[in-house]
């Protein structure tokens, strides 16, 4: 989703030489503005990719453009903490898994398996020059609690953000400190 190419997208601009040589990726117009709006809102942002980029190269990357993450989840981490040894295969990304109450992808394929899988989902089409503003828009009309009226286990408000995925974990939805889970408010068995 982050990630695109300037032949359907408007891009930031390239990383100046020669750092273009080594992230030769091209970032989503509007990418570093809107993590920032978010970390101001009170977001805490990650990064979460079905590819096996490294932690340290994603961290990098967005390093040069001004931007800080939370946490990172890749392709390596979904398999160990996700996939781990179950027989039966799961979807490349499980945004529930880490307690994500809304999840922005631009594949159909994830978005469907929302519904099968219990997470939402917010498909963001090709090229949209306010996919910025929509976004926003769509935290702002369910934000997280002022600080100190979550759960006192739970975590800070998320969203988690990458190249394929942008999503948000509610303040208070995180770890209860039983047995159970929280997903969007609701007790979900552990």
């Given at each position: 989703?982050?990630?695109?190419?300037?032949?359907?997208?408007?891009?930031?601009?390239?990383?100046?030489?020669?750092?273009?040589?080594?992230?030769?990726?091209?970032?989503?117009?509007?990418?570093?503005?809107?993590?920032?709006?978010?970390?101001?809102?009170?977001?805490?942002?990650w990064v979460?990719?079905?590819?096996?980029?490294?932690?340290?190269?994603?961290?990098?990357?967005f390093r040069?453009?001004?931007?800080?993450?939370?946490?990172?989840?890749?392709?390596?981490?979904?398999?160990?903490?996700?996939?781990?040894?179950?027989?039966?295969?799961?979807?490349?990304?499980?945004?529930?898994?880490?307690?994500?109450?809304?999840?922005?992808?631009?594949?159909?394929?994830?978005?469907?398996?929302?519904?099968?899988?219990?997470?939402?989902?917010?498909?963001?089409?090709?090229?949209?020059?306010?996919?910025?503003?929509?976004?926003?828009?769509?935290?702002?009309?369910?934000?997280?609690?002022?600080?100190?009226?979550?759960?006192?286990?739970?975590?800070?408000?998320?969203?988690?953000?990458?190249?394929?995925?942008?999503?948000?974990?509610?303040?208070?939805c995180g770890?209860?400190?039983?047995?159970?889970?929280?997903?969007?408010?609701?007790?979900?068995?552990?």
């Amino acid at each position: 989703m982050l990630f695109v190419s300037p032949k359907t997208h408007l891009t930031e601009p390239p990383l100046r030489f020669p750092l273009n040589r080594v992230y030769q990726e091209r970032l989503r117009l509007g990418t570093p503005e809107l993590i920032r709006s978010l970390q101001d809102m009170g977001c805490e942002v990650w990064v979460y990719t079905s590819s096996f980029r490294s932690e340290g190269y994603i961290k990098s990357l967005f390093r040069l453009y001004g931007v800080r993450f939370d946490g990172i989840v890749n392709g390596e981490r979904h398999l160990r903490e996700v996939q781990r040894n179950k027989s039966t295969i799961l979807p490349q990304k499980m945004p529930n898994h880490y307690r994500i109450s809304l999840h922005v992808e631009d594949e159909s394929v994830i978005c469907s398996l929302g519904r099968e899988y219990g997470f939402e989902t917010y498909q963001l089409d090709a090229q949209d020059d306010e996919w910025k503003d929509k976004i926003i828009e769509r935290v702002q009309r369910n934000p997280p609690p002022p600080a100190g009226k979550g759960s006192q286990n739970g975590p800070k408000p998320s969203v988690r953000n990458c190249a394929y995925t942008l999503s948000k974990v509610k303040r208070g939805c995180g770890h209860s400190g039983n047995d159970g889970r929280r997903y969007a408010g609701q007790q979900i068995p552990a």
